[in-house]
């Protein structure tokens, strides 16, 4: 019996061989002046092209949306001009690829951001529990200052632009970020939004900031290019959701009539999102399970075969075996990836785990 990860799906907006996408993965390889992507990086994902569906690394739409070293952008027509080399060559090799849009918010550091700037936030709340990455090493977090509507009004229209360049730079179409303890998602919780403006202060005003930048490039680019990522009771970076349910049955409900590409949501905590959210959503969904590597590919393919999901989406594991659909199809043995070599550096850990084929 094939696995049900190996079969075509036709969904109202996406065709794919397979139901395998590669999940977003920052690898923090771009050039840290320009945001420019590595040269590199052309080939990492076009080893990987057999994926059904890629989704790239978190790309920045505004310098101070930046995580920190090596993170590319999406801004600049020389990261424009960088990204479409990617995009063809992945094209040229059958591959589908989205961009992922990423504004981090309060999860940068002033090290990391033009003139030393403040990072922006819903809300002036620190992350105290973690540490963040900059061009010294790690250091303690600083308060992140509240963002005013001007900003964020500047923040959506970036978003808006960064998908125009996507398009530019020839993706199939774009992911947001809404996951992972991110801007977005610092808007949704209750932890890390104690505003009272519109934009804050009750469920609609929780839910205004993803629903502007939804609505914004689904408006750009045509909602039928637009993926939305959420990790709806992820406590990751600081995130404290007191009512998961609540938040994104209601942001869900209000995104679902845009006719957007997909909605990609990760499984975690004990909310039960893809259950609770599957028949709230009449698009494509993908799923993704914060979980041990060894039991991925079972884990999918539950999910698939339950009808949780029409595609499930794999981040570790592509790391250390670009020919994944094909090593699932023959049960060959999955290969580890070396954590030292994840972030940064060049090809090593990067673009050479080897396919099968050329292992023999
Ligand atoms: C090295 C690494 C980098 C990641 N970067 C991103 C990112 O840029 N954007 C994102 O939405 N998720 C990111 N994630 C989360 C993955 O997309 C995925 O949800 C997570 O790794 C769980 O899937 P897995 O168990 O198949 O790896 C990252 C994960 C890893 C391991």
Do not use: C
């Amino acid at each position: 019996m094939t696995s049900p990860l190996l079969h075509p799906y036709e969904g109202p907006h996406l065709t794919l061989p397979n139901r395998i996408a590669m999940a977003p993965m920052t690898r923090g390889r771009a050039d840290d002046l320009t945001g420019v992507p590595h040269p590199l990086t052309k080939d990492y994902y076009v080893q990987r092209a057999t994926a059904g569906l890629i989704v790239t690394e978190g790309i920045y739409p505004d310098i101070h949306g930046k995580a920190g070293p090596g993170i590319p952008g999406l801004v600049t027509d020389a990261q424009v001009a960088g990204w479409r080399e990617v995009t063809e060559a992945v094209h040229a090799a059958g591959g589908t690829i989205f961009a992922q849009l990423w504004h981090v918010g309060r999860m940068t550091h002033p090290l990391n951001l033009p003139g030393g700037a403040t990072p922006l936030a819903p809300s002036p709340v620190r992350i105290e529990s973690e540490q963040i990455f900059t061009d010294v090493g790690d250091v303690d977090h600083v308060t992140p200052r509240a963002i005013t509507i001007a900003e964020i009004e500047a923040t959506v229209a970036a978003f808006a632009a960064e998908a125009r360049n996507a398009v530019r730079a020839g993706f199939d179409g774009v992911e947001i970020h809404g996951a992972n303890g991110y801007l977005i998602q610092q808007f949704l919780a209750e932890n890390t939004n104690l505003r009272t403006d519109r934009f804050g202060g009750s469920l609609d005003g929780r839910i205004r900031f993803a629903l502007d930048v939804v609505e914004a490039v689904a408006a750009e680019i045509g909602p039928e290019r637009v993926g939305l990522r959420i990790s709806p009771d992820n406590p990751e970076n600081e995130i404290a959701e007191r009512d998961p349910r609540g938040t994104y049955r209601a942001l869900v409900d209000a995104i679902d009539p845009l006719g957007l590409a997909y909605l990609h949501v990760i499984e975690r905590g004990a909310y039960g999102a893809l259950a609770d959210l599957r028949p709230r959503w009449s698009g494509t969904l993908i799923g993704n399970f914060n979980g041990e590597e060894a039991t991925q590919q079972r884990a999918g393919e539950e999910v698939i075969a339950a009808g949780l999901a029409d595609v499930f989406s794999f981040g570790r594991l592509f790391i250390s075996n670009p020919d994944l659909p094909s090593r699932f199809a023959t049960g060959a043995p999955l290969a580890p990836y070396v954590p030292e070599l994840v972030y940064g550096g060049e090809a090593e850990g990067y673009v050479d785990y080897p396919a099968l084929a050329s292992q023999r």
